[in-house]
T-cell receptor, first 112, second 117 residues
């Protein structure tokens, strides 16, 4: 069973702090990873994807991938109350027909 | 560009009744997915279509769930008979391509929230 595991949370950080969200995966065949944000009662929306080892930055967001350790993370700098949501990590492999396998999500709360 | 459309948004039924959900993907998207998201959990793939063919339905409970994508566009997901544990949000998503590791993102609809009493 191919699995993606995330810290269950909830994670609470003060406004302006760095939020760190972590994800591990069991399938070494997974090639790319996606971070989705899901506000309560809404559908998931893509924040970033990463497929190369190392860091990928986009504004206040940085995704990190370490394939040797089978570890993915998302850092949110200068966290804002509007970042409060559930963050879903998902993995995709070459031979999985494009489907994403999601973790259970980490709830983030940013306190003003 | 219009997004993924789903209906109904909300449905409440008694156990053992049947229900159907409809999805219209983004125009031109060949791949369509149905995910089940139980409260507090991540989405779980039920079925994936590439055009009008099934790519993966390994986690679809086929004794009660069925899905079709006639003409490779709209799709319908049916549950008959429903059980209490089917209470969830049913998310439809679409993407331009289905294969390869670095292909496009999945675009999700607003979801259909099912409550089984």
């Amino acid at each position: 069973q191919k699995e993606v595991e995330q810290n269950s949370g909830p994670l609470s950080v003060p406004e302006g702090a760095i939020a760190s969200l972590n994800c591990t995966y069991s399938d070494r065949g997974s090639q790319s990873f996606f971070w989705y944000r899901q506000y309560s009662g809404k559908s998931p929306e893509l924040i970033m994807f990463i497929y190369s080892n190392g860091d990928k930055e986009d504004g206040r967001f940085t995704a990190q991938l370490n394939k040797a350790s089978q570890y993915v993370s998302l850092l949110i700098r200068d966290s804002q109350p509007s970042d409060s949501a559930t963050y879903l990590c998902a993995g995709r492999g070459d031979n999985q027909g494009g489907k994403l396998i999601f973790g259970q999500g980490t709830e983030l709360s940013v306190k003003p | 560009e219009a997004g993924v459309a789903q209906s109904p948004r909300y449905k409440i039924i008694e156990k053992r009744q049947s229900v159907a959900f409809w999805c219209n993907p983004i125009s031109g998207h060949a791949t369509l997915y149905w995910y089940q998201q139980i409260l507090g959990q991540g989405p779980k793939l039920l079925i994936q279509f590439q055009n009008n063919g099934v790519v993966d339905d390994s986690q679809l409970p086929k004794d009660r769930f069925s899905a079709e994508r006639l003409k490779g566009v709209d799709s319908t997901l049916k549950i008959q008979p429903a059980k209490l544990e089917d209470s969830a949000v049913y998310l439809c998503a679409s993407s331009l391509e289905g294969g390869g590791a670095n292909t496009g993102e999945l675009f999700f609809g607003e979801g259909s929230r099912l409550t089984v009493l």
